[in-house]
T-cell receptor, first 115, second 113 residues
Framework: DTAVSQTPKYLVTQMGNDKSIKCEQN?????MYWYKQDSKKFLKIMFS???????INETVPNRFSPKSPDKAHLNLHINSLELGDSAVYFC??????????????FGPGTRLTVT | AQSVTQLGSHVSVSEGALVLLRCNYS??????LFWYVQYPNQGLQLLLK??????LVKGINGFEAEFKKSETSFHLTKPSAHMSDAAEYFC???????????FGQGTILTVHP
């Protein structure tokens, strides 16, 4: 039983295209995140949603738009893809309760290659 | 604001030797600290976390870390390395027990037979 799943695992596309990455968690968590891991393995948060509301929005081009249809899903849509968008994108989730365990559970990642 | 510095992008040890991965943090509030491990082509897995309880934290796979406020450090150790420990390790800090994680740049651990 996969806790945090992402589709697709690999995505190869051309510059200028629009693509989406889907994320689903079956842990009953309230909060979901998107992280970007660049070619040097540096991990940086992009967005966070809590109960379908955007709570963290880092300095990310507005070509990136997260969408949360319900608290178990957080999708990432990217418009007009650029070479620099090539990276591994990780989805994560956590239980957003004060004093709670709080640790984030990560999905397996989506490797996006823009050619 | 929080930041994390991991000293040494690559650490190489022999099987059975002590593993020491260094992490120093900067935080404007009492931090929550985490170590994650990433095996090749996989997502991140939580090894252990510090959330202001005991300063010596034990995690999975025999790893532990000690929170030292005076040194602003949260180094990860394991007494005896196994081949299966070869992976990349990330230290992370958060202002709360949940929420935004700020990661260090990662340390690749290589274990030689």
């Amino acid at each position: 039983d996969t806790a945090v799943s992402q589709t697709p695992k690999y995505l190869v596309t051309q510059m200028g295209n629009d693509k989406s990455i889907k994320c689903e968690q079956n842990l009953g968590h309230d909060t979901m995140y998107w992280y970007k891991q660049d070619s040097k393995k540096f991990l940086k948060i992009m967005f966070s949603y809590n109960n379908k509301e955007l709570i963290i929005n880092e300095t990310v081009p507005n070509r990136f738009s997260p969408k949360s249809p319900d608290k178990a899903h957080l999708n990432l849509h990217i418009n007009s893809l650029e070479l620099g968008d090539s990276a591994v994108y990780f989805c994560a989730s956590s239980q957003d309760t004060s004093g709670g365990r709080g640790e984030q559970y990560f999905g397996p990642g989506t490797r996006l290659t823009v050619t | 604001a929080q930041s994390v510095t991991q000293l040494g992008s690559h650490v190489s040890v022999s099987e059975g030797a002590l593993v020491l991965l260094r992490c120093n943090y900067s935080s404007s509030v009492p931090p929550y600290l985490f170590w994650y491990v990433q095996y090749p082509n996989q997502g991140l897995q939580l090894l252990l976390k510090y959330t202001s309880a005991a300063t010596l934290v034990k995690g999975i796979n025999g790893f532990e870390a000690e929170f030292k406020k005076s040194e602003t450090s949260f180094h990860l150790t394991k007494p005896s390395a196994h081949m299966s420990d070869a992976a990349e390790y990330f230290c992370a800090v958060s202002p709360t027990s949940y929420g935004k994680l700020t990661f260090g740049q990662g340390t690749i651990l290589t274990v030689h037979p």
